[in-house]
């Protein structure tokens, strides 16, 4: 078994990040298998060195350990280009140029009936979709969307995965996505950002894939977004590991922590005496 905690180093690691890593540890161990640690630093504009020292510090601390060196995305980008590039050849991706704005302004348009929101947001109403792929080669610099019905057509088979623990209406088991929901529901994702390059979930199902990652087992939050990652997989002929969602930590009045909830930092519990087992019985772990 190898599981993974990929963490962003945007900011301090919570409450939240250390039960996500503390079961990623826990299961690799107790099946004999590793626990990998990724740097997510994907986001140049906002991943600092000092966020990534800090959270291995706290892993360590919490008495974690993973093979080093550990990958860091940012080291990768080549991989995440050939993918875009894959894509492109395929017709799956177009250039779209709207700002939120014009997104938001396009919904609300009398004949488009409520929006819906995907796991990015609005689904996208396909302003800058092309009646037939883009010719010709991949515009640099430019965001990029996954067309979806073409890719759920290229794929030709439901997007399916294991679930072993459960999405936020409780689904769990053998989850299938027909096509048709994926573009209800979905809709052209963006996958590569001007300026930024690939997105999270196209490098994520190549870094799980190159890892030989076995088991996802990440926060509940990430649950609709795993079909995109399944779907991406089943195109780029990459294995589509068993994915385990846990629940997410919260704070007294039920809201999710987040990366500026400094209060549950574990640098400030570090800071004020607590020990690596109060840290996971505050997790009930
Ligand atoms: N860096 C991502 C996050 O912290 C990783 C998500 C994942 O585990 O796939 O949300």
């Given at each position: 078994?190898?599981?993974?905690?990929?963490?962003?180093?945007?900011?301090?690691?919570?409450?939240?990040?250390?039960?996500?890593a503390?079961?990623?540890?826990?299961r690799?161990?107790?099946?004999?298998?590793?626990?990998?640690?990724?740097?997510?630093?994907?986001?140049?504009?906002r991943?600092?060195?000092?966020?990534?020292?800090?959270?291995?510090?706290d892993?360590?601390?919490?008495?974690?350990?993973?093979?080093?060196?550990?990958?860091?995305?940012?080291?990768?980008?080549?991989?995440?280009?050939?993918?875009?590039?894959?894509?492109?050849?395929?017709?799956?991706?177009?250039?779209?140029?709207?700002?939120?704005?014009?997104?938001?302004?396009?919904?609300?348009?009398?004949?488009?009936?409520a929006?819906?929101?995907?796991?990015?947001g609005?689904?996208?109403?396909g302003?800058?979709?092309?009646?037939?792929?883009?010719?010709?080669?991949?515009?640099?610099d430019?965001?990029?969307?996954?067309d979806?019905?073409?890719?759920?057509?290229?794929?030709?088979?439901p997007v399916?995965?294991?679930?072993?623990?459960?999405?936020?209406?409780?689904?769990?088991?053998?989850?299938?996505?027909?096509?048709q929901?994926?573009?209800?529901?979905?809709?052209?994702?963006?996958l590569?950002?001007?300026?930024m390059?690939?997105?999270?979930?196209?490098?994520?199902?190549?870094?799980?894939?190159?890892?030989?990652?076995?088991e996802?087992?990440?926060?509940?939050d990430?649950?609709?977004?795993?079909?995109?990652?399944?779907?991406?997989?089943?195109?780029?002929?990459?294995?589509?590991?068993?994915?385990?969602?846990?629940?997410?930590?919260?704070?007294?009045?039920?809201?999710?922590?987040?990366?500026?909830?400094?209060?549950r930092?574990?640098?400030?519990?570090?800071?004020?005496?607590?020990?690596?087992?109060?840290i996971?019985?505050?997790?009930s772990?």
């Amino acid at each position: 078994m190898i599981t993974r905690f990929a963490p962003s180093p945007t900011g301090p690691l919570h409450l939240g990040h250390a039960y996500s890593a503390l079961l990623n540890h826990d299961r690799a161990k107790a099946a004999g298998g590793t626990f990998l640690l990724r740097v997510d630093d994907l986001d140049q504009s906002r991943a600092r060195p000092e966020w990534e020292a800090q959270l291995k510090d706290d892993l360590r601390w919490l008495g974690l350990d993973w093979p080093e060196p550990c990958r860091r995305e940012s080291e990768h980008l080549g991989a995440y280009e050939a993918a875009l590039d894959r894509l492109w050849d395929m017709g799956l991706l177009y250039p779209c140029h709207c700002t939120r704005r014009d997104i938001r302004d396009a919904l609300s348009a009398p004949q488009e009936g409520a929006p819906v929101s995907g796991p990015d947001g609005l689904v996208y109403p396909g302003t800058c979709r092309p009646a037939a792929p883009p010719t010709g080669p991949r515009p640099e610099d430019t965001t990029l969307r996954l067309d979806m019905a073409r890719a759920c057509a290229a794929l030709a088979r439901p997007v399916k995965f294991e679930e072993t623990g459960a999405g936020p209406d409780g689904q769990t088991g053998s989850i299938e996505t027909a096509a048709q929901d994926m573009v209800a529901t979905i809709g052209d994702v963006v996958l590569a950002r001007r300026e930024m390059g690939a997105a999270y979930h196209l490098a994520v199902v190549i870094d799980d894939a190159v890892q030989g990652v076995t088991e996802v087992i990440r926060g509940r939050d990430l649950f609709e977004a795993t079909r995109i990652h399944v779907l991406l997989q089943g195109l780029l002929e990459l294995p589509t590991p068993r994915y385990h969602h846990h629940r997410l930590i919260r704070d007294e009045t039920g809201k999710r922590l987040a990366k500026r909830d400094d209060a549950r930092a574990i640098a400030l519990y570090r800071s004020e005496g607590r020990t690596p087992r109060e840290i996971r019985d505050m997790v009930s772990l």
